[in-house]
């Protein structure tokens, strides 16, 4: 066997791989052949190099982005089952076209927008028989587009931005102080109530969330506020990304990540509190979104 | 601590339904349930897999972002493909090619960046310093190293070809068997064999030219 053999056996040999005989025959061309040996001491001190590397690990908020994103897959699934499946699947035998993006993106607004009208009849029928339901919301169903109520970080430059007065409008309960961030009690914490009301009276889909479950991976919607029977799994929510911004406190418990939801969102007013922190940290909160 | 505040609903019907024993599953077991749609199986795949992957993925891109991201997209894609999976292959291999594709295609897409951009590179600045250490400061994207050696190494495979890179990480630091790189990179087990004897080669010649020296 010639060099070139005898190197097609280096990498078992490296690893104690190599049959008794061969591996004799290839420490006795060693002998022999001092570019082997070498080679041999070379892909050593690689292995060694390699191995001595530590093993890195992801930053404690991708766990948080993950079950997120996760969430929402399943979330998405559900939501599409089962006749939008079989129509799906109907469409994949047509080729890979359905599952691109584009055409589960068409299936999913149709969806959002029947749900729309449904919502929409259903909050004209009847308003005032809702359990639990505040006198702004209206339906109990988060539509991401185009109620989705989006707050915009205050400008502090122009006195009275739009989204100002939207947020005082939002009531949060059951701590309408919201400043007083660090005693919230963690079973009060897992209620929040917004009421979106400004624009929205008469407006069926708006978001009225009301009882949050924090768990590891974030907020979870566990009931809505007209009490119609929701699945839990649809309408997780995780606080993963951009919410956990404020300095220092990214790996804090779920309550505090409710909290931050809170004081950011109803605290129209508080221009600095979230972009004080360390420079580099992302801009605070920006909204709450139940997306699905 | 909060868990113990906040167990809800789905958690405690959880452990009354008995998911306790998918922490010793096979991972073929378990994503057998994935693909009957549980998810509860699939967090203990992916809690199985998060470190290993980004381990490997960061190796790859040497960026925490880039390597946080693509993790995700391939637990995403691991979760909407489930069902393509089969199960006369390993479920690790399979998991790892699907990251291992998408770190190589990142790797491609920042070379062709790379080519038409006309700053060069920061890592090109080594071949022009000559046998200089290059300037190995931890980047924005960078892992603290624990040392300097950790960045040069680093460094060094940061350098190897992709080819290279690959069977590398598969090899050395993921600790794969030759019959598995094969699967994952779909050569034959000779290629892969060569490839890890050609990278170790190129690797350790850096180190060489770097004067790096592991005891």
Request: aromatic share 6%.
């Amino acid at each position: 066997m010639n060099c070139s053999g005898y190197e097609r056996q280096m990498p078992d040999y490296l690893d104690g791989q190599l049959s008794r005989a061969n591996e004799d025959a290839l420490r006795f061309h060693m002998n022999g052949c001092p570019r082997c040996r070498l080679k041999i001491k070379d892909m050593e001190s690689s292995i060694r190099a390699v191995k001595s590397l530590a093993l890195v690990t992801p930053q404690p908020e991708f766990d948080y982005r993950l079950s997120s994103l996760l969430t929402k897959e399943v979330a998405r699934e559900l939501y599409a089952a089962p006749w939008l499946r079989r129509v799906s699947e109907a469409f994949s035998d047509l080729g890979e076209l359905s599952r691109q993006r584009p055409v589960q993106l068409v299936f999913a607004a149709s969806l959002v927008l029947t749900i729309t009208v449904f919502g929409g009849i259903a909050g004209l029928i009847s308003p005032s028989e809702r359990p639990g339901s505040s006198p702004g919301g209206s339906m109990a169903l988060s539509l991401p587009t185009p109620f989705e109520p989006e707050l915009a970080p205050p400008d502090p430059i122009s006195p009275d931005p739009p989204d100002r007065a939207f947020a005082r409008n939002l009531a949060l309960k059951p701590e309408p102080n919201a400043e007083q961030a660090t005693s919230f009690p963690s079973t009060a914490a897992s209620r929040l109530t917004f009421t979106p009301s400004r624009n929205y009276n008469d407006s069926p889909g708006v978001m009225t969330v009301q009882t949050m479950e924090p768990t590891a991976h974030g907020i979870q919607v566990v009931s809505s506020g007209t009490g119609m029977p929701l699945d839990p799994s649809l309408f997780t929510e995780s606080l993963g990304g951009d919410l956990v911004t404020d300095g220092g406190t990214a790996q804090s418990e779920p309550e505090e990540r409710l909290l931050q939801v809170g004081t950011a969102e109803v605290n129209g007013q508080r221009s600095t509190g979230g972009q004080s922190g360390p420079a580099g940290l992302p801009a605070p909160i920006k909204r709450i979104r139940i997306s699905f | 601590m909060s868990e113990n505040t906040s167990i809800n609903a789905v958690q405690v019907s959880d452990i009354e339904s008995g998911s306790l024993d998918e922490l010793t599953m096979s991972d073929e077991t378990l994503f057998y349930r994935v693909q009957q749609d549980d998810v509860r199986a699939f967090e203990v795949i992916v809690g199985r897999y998060r470190t290993r992957l980004y381990n490997c993925v960061y190796r790859m891109v040497h960026n925490t972002e880039c390597a946080e991201d693509l993790v995700q997209e391939a637990f995403l894609r691991v979760y909407r493909n489930r069902h393509n999976y089969k199960a006369i292959s390993n479920l690790s291999t399979w998991i790892y090619t699907i990251a291992l594709n998408l770190a190589r295609s990142e790797l491609r897409k920042r070379k062709r960046r790379q080519f038409f951009s006309l700053n060069a590179s920061p890592h090109e600045n080594s071949s022009r310093e000559g046998i200089d250490l290059p300037d190995m400061n931890a980047g924005p994207g960078d892992h603290l190293e624990q040392n300097e050696l950790g960045r040069a190494i680093q460094h060094a495979i940061d350098q190897l070809p992709e080819k290279y890179k690959s069977v590398i990480v598969l090899r050395d630091i993921e600790e794969l068997s030759y019959e598995e790189i094969g699967e994952i990179l779909r050569c034959p087990t000779g290629t892969v064999k060569s490839r890890v004897n050609r990278g170790r080669l190129r690797l350790q010649e850096m180190l060489r030219q770097w004067q790096v020296e592991i005891l």
